[in-house]
């Protein structure tokens, strides 16, 4: 059994600052990341945070946001800061997942998040 549970989201002014949770059940979590879809758009990636914590992020985001773990809880953050109206999306975290020491990595997803940044 694998779940990722999402917490976090929430109505923001512009400017503002979210931090956003996302915890993982599973033996073994490797990549680590965050995705958003827009209404009437395509989900895209924002960013990625690796077993040994390299970091990656879309330029939309880049310098505002930062992505973070922790391994022991396996639990993904993304701290959001100068919010601006067009992050308004659902916020989607996945996670690379072993079940077992011996069964093959698969891709997760949560449930998804609202954040919706509006004065």
């Known amino acids: 059994q694998v779940q990722l549970v999402e917490s976090g989201g929430g109505l923001v002014q512009p400017g503002g600052s979210l931090r956003l949770s996302c915890a993982a059940s599973g033996s073994i979590v490797r990549d680590m990341g965050w995705y958003r879809q827009a209404p009437g758009k395509q989900r895209e990636w924002v960013a990625t945070?690796?077993?040994?914590?390299?970091?990656n992020y879309a330029d939309s985001v880049k310098g505002r946001f930062a992505i973070s773990r922790d391994n022991v809880k396996n639990t993904v953050y993304l701290q959001m800061n100068s919010l601006k109206p067009e992050d308004t999306a659902v916020y989607y975290c996945n996670a690379d997942i072993k079940e077992s020491l011996y069964a093959p990595y698969r891709l997760f997803w949560g449930q998804g998040t609202q954040v919706t940044v509006s004065s």
């Open positions: 945070i690796t077993s040994g914590s390299n970091t």
